[in-house]
């Protein structure tokens, strides 16, 4: 039902009406990365309405997918909102697999974030097992490491032929497929496991011509870069080939949409905060009405920008659609305390009454729910509309990387287009017709009452309730980790934080190297209470280790190096072995028996390459292998000592593709053992050092182990500052 809020006319907010002559917001350099034409673009809101769109460009293309993804899920049903009639399978997998066998020439390739651990229970387990061992050659998977400590891929954008591409917040993966009803109890809303999930809104945008080749030029360069491999751009198919989803009708025509990034510094290259400068400068050019959607609002610098806006546009009014609450105990504690702040400020700044925060919520009968928000949108008066990835929080700005297009109106028609996808949200949200939430708005002149009461068919927005006092933590610095504006390791980001206490977390000592500390001592720590608290402590102590090899005579150093060669070939961590092996032995003869371990285990695994060939290696670990080869791609002992000093890979795999590469076998091992040495002499200190520890913890063995991770730290940062000036010389 459609329950009527008392209209009043208010021409103070009719829709701001810039002409032709109006510049251009967008400037490449600062806020866009380009600034390009797009012949048809449409909004695409929620997963099914994408996933259908997508799975019909990807029938029709010709030559390549190319995927970036936060999150890329084989078990992903890549339906629309009714079942495909195409003959191939539902899920993203096997799909991909039926195509590229449907289609010999095809190239599908995935670049997928080399997730945190701490996201690894969200995930598909062993995603290169499911997307690269169980699909043909054509399809490749790239897991991209490339990001600074405590950073993240955040980018998903879809090439087709490099003529038609899709970007936005959805990720091609599991829990994100919803239909634009959002149903409390849709029957078809089910994870892989058949279990159901709440309701889930979300945005992406499809574009072509110039703005999807910008798209695959960002995606050859993500790729180069994970890869060490130079695509070229896809040969250009037939003139009349249109890989655009035929159902899908285009939003604006001939439009001017610029492409903005975040790109954290990395290796030397500048940081890239054009996400964050646009966010700036379109709310600096709002007149009358801003409409977000957004899963997370604690950035400060663009909460102090609303405010300074609003104070001098008092006509200016804010709609903002998010998540109800954030339910996760990270969440809640930091993005959840980051948006009461944000909201605190608004309200201390006298704006309370020109800014709502608002939900969806959804009721069918007695089945009730609230909607969860992940779309990342922003439509500023007639003028901008932006779909991206990047969500209102520090990270979005400076740490993670992200992609956001913005339509920039030029023209009446842009506009009124600009203005029919904001009703259309608002729309889904409330349950009535776009027609009826424009009329509404033109009859109350503002878009706060408008939205006031607006509800049908059990949709509504409801107002968020968050209070004005963030929960506080345990954990001090938790709030920074979770929300830096810059990589943690950059030791920047604090001052941003010091600027306006009622956006920012509360201030404190720079906590990195505290962090750092912590991390050093946390596995003594546990180790030590797992000793003290537990049984395990008489199977394992060092005595009884040590007891357990030399009881055997001349095998317990057999069985030693035996250890290093098998699990050699699982990829075990060789640093943990070197580790064990000085507790069990004692620095010496524990260093000579880790020596010889690690040694043969290298030799063993070169063997192992040299037997596969680098092209069945690329199939199975994947292109980011190349990374590796062009590191080990040289002869000779300085060479080889170097790779081993500046460590490209794991230990297994760096064996594997110099086998592979045919580097001469004496150079491989005598470069081998003059780079593992220092490190194995210092991790055997350490190691005896543990088990001084583990027998008797008192405070100057823990000094003394504590003086060892500090002379190994300063000794592995001098040898490895020696070797990059002699591998530049």
């Known amino acids: 039902m459609l329950t009527e809020a008392p209209p009043r006319a208010r021409p103070r907010t009719a829709p701001a009406a810039p002409g032709p002559e109006t510049p251009s917001i967008l400037r490449p350099g600062r806020n866009v990365w380009r600034a390009t034409r797009a012949p048809r673009a449409a909004v695409l809101p929620d997963g099914a309405a994408y996933f259908g769109a997508v799975r019909a460009a990807m029938l029709a293309a010709q030559a390549t997918i190319h995927v970036v993804g936060w999150d ?44 945190s651990v701490l996201y690894a229970l969200e995930r598909e387990p062993l995603p290169a097992l499911h997307l690269r061992w169980n699909t043909p050659d054509a399809v490749e998977l790239c897991l991209d490491d490339r990001t600074p400590f405590g950073a993240s891929h955040h980018q998903k954008v879809v090439v087709i032929d490099g003529k038609v591409a899709f970007a936005g917040g959805l990720d091609l993966t599991i829990r994100r497929w919803d239909r634009s009803a959002h149903h409390p109890a849709d029957p078809d809303r089910l994870d892989p ?271 968020v309730k968050d209070g004005d006092r963030p929960a506080r933590s345990l954990l001090p610095g938790i709030e920074r980790a979770a929300d830096p504006r810059r990589p943690m390791q950059s030791g920047e980001f604090l001052s941003d934080y010091l600027v306006h206490p009622d956006v920012a977390p509360p201030s404190g000592r720079p906590w990195p190297l505290l962090a750092r500390a912590a991390l050093l001592l946390l596995p003594v720590a546990l180790l030590l209470l797992l000793w003290k608290l537990t049984p395990i402590a008489g199977m394992l102590t060092p005595e009884a280790m040590r007891g357990a090899l030399t009881d055997r005579g001349h095998w317990g150093p057999a069985l030693s190096v035996g250890l290093f060669l098998l699990l050699g070939f699982v990829a075990f961590p060789v640093n943990v072995l070197i580790l064990g092996t000085a507790a069990a032995f004692g620095t010496w003869p524990g260093l000579a028996y880790a020596a010889i371990g690690a040694l043969v285990s290298a030799a063993a695994t070169y063997g192992l390459g040299r037997k596969l060939g680098p092209d069945l290696l690329r199939r199975v670990l994947g292109p980011r292998i190349n990374r590796v080869s062009q590191a080990v791609n040289r002869n000779g002992i300085l060479a080889v000592t170097t790779i081993r000093m500046l460590p490209v890979a794991p230990f297994t795999l760096v064996n594997l593709v110099a086998g592979a590469m045919k580097i001469r076998f004496p150079d491989y091992m005598i470069g081998t053992a003059l780079g593992l040495l220092p490190g194995i002499a210092l991790l055997s200190l350490v190691g005896e050092s543990l088990s001084r520890i583990l027998e008797n913890p008192t405070p100057r063995n823990i000094g003394i182990l504590t003086g060892v991770l500090v002379a190994w730290a300063l000794v592995t940062w001098g040898l490895q500052k020696l070797f990059r000036r002699l591998r530049h010389e």
């Open 193 to 463: 496991a058949g279990k159901p999930y709440p309701p889930f809104h979300d945005v992406q945008m499809v574009v072509d011509g110039e703005a999807a080749a910008a798209l695959e030029d960002l995606f050859q360069a993500r790729w180069n870069a994970a890869c060490a491999e130079c695509l070229d751009r896809p040969a250009p198919p037939a003139s009349d080939h249109d890989p655009w989803p035929p159902a899908i009708t285009p939003d604006f025509r001939d439009a001017t949409l610029g492409i903005a990034r975040t790109m954290p510094a990395l290796a030397g290259a500048p940081e890239v905060r054009e996400v964050e400068s646009l966010y700036l400068d379109t709310i600096g050019g709002a007149e009358r009405t801003i409409y977000i959607e957004n899963q997370f609002l604690t950035c400060g610098r663009v909460a102090r920008a609303l405010i300074a806006r609003m104070k001098a546009r008092r006509a200016l009014e804010a709609l903002i659609v998010v998540p109800k609450t954030h339910h996760t105990w990270l969440e809640h504690r930091t993005m959840l305390a980051g948006r009461i702040r944000f909201m605190r400020a608004i309200r201390r700044a006298g704006l309370a009454d020109r800014v709502r925060l608002v939900f969806p919520h959804v009721r069918d009968g007695e089945a009730e729910s609230e909607v969860m928000v992940h779309a990342k949108v922003m439509a500023v008066d007639d003028r901008f509309l932006r779909v991206g990835s990047s969500n209102i929080c520090n990270r979005s700005m400076g740490t993670d990387t992200e992609c956001d297009l913005l339509v920039e109106a030029r023209d009446a028609e842009g506009r009124a287009a600009v203005l029919r996808a904001r009703d259309r949200l608002i729309a889904e949200h409330t349950g009535v017709a776009p027609d009826a939430v424009s009329a509404r708005i033109r009859a109350t002149g503002s878009l706060l009452q408008a939205v006031n009461g607006l509800s049908a068919t059990g949709k509504s927005l409801q107002d």
């Open 72 to 115: 890329i899920d084989s078990r992903t049903r890549l339906v629309g909102d009714t079942l495909p009639e195409d003959g191939l399978p539902e899920e993203l997998g096997p799909f991909l697999a039926a195509l590229a066998e449907r289609r010999p020439g095809l190239s599908v390739k995935l670049l997928l974030w080399d997730y």
